[in-house]
């Protein structure tokens, strides 16, 4: 049983998290188990069984758990975790109209500030340890300082990619007020921060988006972009960045799920990798989430969460619903051609490396995602001896993938800094978080209006929402009176409230 009152271990001391059962996520994914993982400083120092540590080294103890990497999300607006599940109902549509044309200019610096906080902390409670954030609500420079004076008010490591949807990629790259907040933000930031630029390519055959291209080769900036996504961006985008020799081993690819064989070619080619981000995909509608068809080009993948508008920042339900998205298709293809899927081709293992390492080949970050001396000290024990879905510990991979949740992360590390001791972020004021998204709601409900702000989170149903005629009646569980009665209760069906 843990002990809530131990206390934190203090920073700058060697850290040993002994007796678990350690997924190093090396170059030959080596299983330990009973094994050991020190920290130094910022560093993994020794991964073994019964190591000997520094006399100063404070123990965790690790038995029946899980030490694995610190998981890497590549690609969340974290701008818009403020509106916490407010869009649970959307479709992509909704939500293009809602933040890109109506309401996304009423964000505020400090409602940037309040989301960015907010997801940060979020993403240290589920051990994701690095996060990129796609912020494309930053209007002016006074939005892009809020959105890194909160990433750097949290302990974890983060990406800004900047953005900006309320004007065009070749405007605000263009701005030097722009560029030189990137080069004064980026000085001195440390290791814990890095930069992209992010924008998305419309396809237009002018190219408009080139010379956002240019200041970001110049600023040596790695561009990540929502290609692939249905009805917004396609193959066309993907030639032109090509042809004009844009595509590089740094750009990251969004969804990439609407994509013909010759765009993934040109990515697999140029080196480039993609971010999954199933959860939206699947609900959202930017296209079949497609590993299936990523893997048989041989492109690196990496997951991500998108936004917390719908999904929670939590790279479980990533690898858990990227499993079942995959597998779910496979037996659907099969089944529609009479034949059985009798070997799953996606593995746990897979997800669980696409969720660390495939991470931090998109940062090109070869230092994270692995628990291998030298690299970088981030680490995640999962471990709840009060849940009886932590034992038995057979396959510690599906185990990741499919039992484990982010209730269960005990310990997290950052750059060798303990954040989340026993189950309890260390170091923050939930109280003055809570007190600042509250702020912001508060805000933009009075900006919207009642009547809009409800509108917009309860979207009306599809028209052609009928139950269908059962010539079925030997029953009288769905007579015309249970009906009414139902109706009611909940309201009419399609009624939309
Ligand atoms: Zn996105």
């Not at 400083?41 to 019964?50: H, K, L, M, S, Y």
């Not at 490396?353 to 690299?375: C, E, I, K, S, Y």
């Not at 995640?380 to 039992?403: E, M």
């Amino acid at each position: 049983m843990s002990n809530p009152d131990s206390p934190a271990p203090a920073p700058g001391r060697p850290v040993v998290l002994r007796g678990g059962t350690v997924l190093t996520m090396d170059d030959s994914h080596t299983v330990l188990t009973g094994a050991d993982v020190l920290v130094v400083g910022d560093r993994i120092e020794a991964v073994g069984t019964a190591l000997d540590v520094p006399g100063d080294t404070q123990e965790i103890d690790a038995s029946g758990g899980i030490v694995m990497p610190g998981m890497i999300d590549t690609h969340r607006h974290m701008w818009q975790t403020a509106m916490r599940a407010y869009g649970a109902d959307w479709t992509l549509t909704q939500y293009f109209v809602w933040y890109y044309l109506e309401h996304g200019k009423t964000f505020r610096p400090e409602d940037v500030y309040a989301g960015n906080l907010l997801s940060a902390w979020e993403s240290l409670e589920a051990g994701v340890t690095t996060t990129v954030d796609w912020s494309h609500g930053l209007q002016t420079v006074d939005h892009a300082e809020a959105a890194v004076d909160a990433l750097q008010a949290v302990p974890g490591r983060f990406v800004l990619a900047y953005g900006n949807i309320q004007a065009g990629p070749w405007e605000w790259t263009a701005d030097k007020a722009v560029q030189s907040f990137l080069d004064r933000r980026r000085t001195g930031a440390g290791d814990l921060l890095g930069f992209q630029l992010a924008f998305d390519v419309t396809g237009d055959p002018s190219f408009p988006e080139k010379p956002a291209f240019e200041v970001a080769r110049e600023l040596g900036l790695p561009v990540t972009t929502h290609a692939g996504v249905w009805g917004a961006t396609n193959d066309e985008g993907i030639r032109l960045m090509h042809e004009h020799g844009f595509m590089t081993p740094q750009n990251v690819y969004v969804h990439a799920a609407t994509l013909t064989n010759d765009s993934y070619q040109r990515i697999a080619a140029t080196g480039g990798s993609i971010s999954v981000s199933t959860e939206s995909e699947q609900s959202a509608g930017q296209g079949y989430p497609p590993t299936w068809q990523v893997c048989r080009h041989d492109i690196p993948v990496s997951l991500s969460m998108d936004t917390s508008v719908w999904w929670s920042g939590d790279l479980f339900s990533a690898m858990r619903t990227t499993l079942g998205a995959d597998r779910a298709r496979e037996h659907l293809e099969a089944h529609a051609k009479g034949e059985t899927v009798t070997q799953a081709r996606l593995r746990a293992e897979q997800v669980v490396a696409w969720a660390t390492r495939g991470g931090a080949h998109a940062l090109g970050r070869d230092d994270l995602g692995r628990l291998v001396p030298g690299a970088k000290a981030d680490v995640v024990l999962i471990r709840n001896d009060r849940s009886p879905v932590s034992f038995p510990l057979l396959n510690p991979y599906g185990h990741v993938a499919f039992q484990a949740q982010r209730g269960d992360v005990h310990t997290v590390l950052v750059d060798g800094r303990v954040v989340k001791h026993e189950h309890e972020l260390v170091g923050v004021d939930l109280a003055a978080v809570r007190r600042t998204v509250d702020a912001t709601v508060d805000h933009l409900r009075a900006q919207l209006g009642e009547e809009q702000w409800q509108a917009g989170m309860n979207p009306p149903m599809p028209e052609d929402d009928e139950v269908l005629d059962n010539p079925y009646q030997y029953t009288e569980y769905k007579s015309d009176t249970t009906r009414e009665a139902r109706g009611t209760v909940f309201g009419e069906p399609g009624s939309g409230r």
